[in-house]
């Protein structure tokens, strides 16, 4: 648990509805250019951006939303994106969106759950300007920000307070994460990390279940899941115990395992992911290609 510790300290370093894609118009060359610092809400941790894909595409090409990391109380889309991402994804065609969101103790794990939600249903309400099709969207997280994409991606009360239903994402993208039984990761935790989670968390049993993505799998969930881990003992057997419930309620889930292992390893999957020759990238690749393929 110890390494799990150091694994967290390391990352705190660190609308309208959907447009069918026939009816959107190929955007004009001047969308092509990023677009930073767009408020989605009022408030001013309420931010991202936005990049297209780096060439013309001839229709609307999909959309990547990447939550990042921090323990649920640091961390930004400016330095906990990964610059291999953007580059990687951008060229590969699609467009990609990384946002900030609310962090504890100034927020709830809930609020941040909802600005996560919040920031999709700007990015659906702002497609047509931006130019991507949000009908092909992937919600991306990395640590904490997986717990968050998981939480999105399980409990319909956040995208559903945002007249959003789960079916809008065409799956979610899990990198390292591991407090998907929030409980669970709570009791094993050691002494370095039992106060992050508290302060995330807190000590009722039932708000920490109700934050726990693992208990909400009896669905409705979003129908497509790549889990993705580094080889370390609470990422390994919370991926795989949340991949197992939510095959049992009908959604379609990948997990993977790569070496890697504490701090070097976690960072590694956010930091890497993207570059060629990283494993994960090939991975998350061919899963993307297969999710965004027309139904």
Known sequence: MRAIGWVLAGLFLAGPPALAQQQMASPPPSAFAPKRDL????????????HPPVAATRS????????????????SKDNAT???????????????????????????VEQQAQDVATAIAWLVAHARELGFDPDRM????????????????TDPRYMHGQDLML????????????????PAQMAAAGRFMRPIYTKAFGSDPARQ?????????????????????VRRDDGTRQSEALAAALRAEGSK??????????????????RQLGEADYPATAVVDRWLSATFAPR
């Open 138 to 153: 992937v919600l991306m997280g990395h640590s904490a920000g997986a717990h968050l994409a998981a939480l999105v991606g």
């Open 209 to 229: 279940r109700a934050l726990s993505p693992i208990a909400h799998t009896a669905g409705p969930n979003v129908l497509s899941f790549l889990i993705l881990h």
């Open 39 to 50: 408020a989605y809400g009022p408030l001013p941790e309420q931010k991202l951006d936005y």
């Open 60 to 75: 609307p090409p999909p959309l990547v939303v990447f939550v990042h990391g921090g323990g649920w109380e640091r961390g």
């Open 167 to 182: 079916d809008q994402l065409r799956g979610v993208v899990l990198l390292d994460g591991a407090a998907y039984d929030v």
């Open 253 to 270: 889930v990948e997990v993977e395992g790569f070496e890697g292992r504490g701090l070097r390893g976690h960072v590694a999957m956010n």
């Open 82 to 108: 990964g610059v291999a991402k953007i580059r990687h994804f951008t060229g590969e065609g699609y467009a990609f969106a990384t946002i900030n969101y609310r962090l504890v103790p100034g927020a709830t």
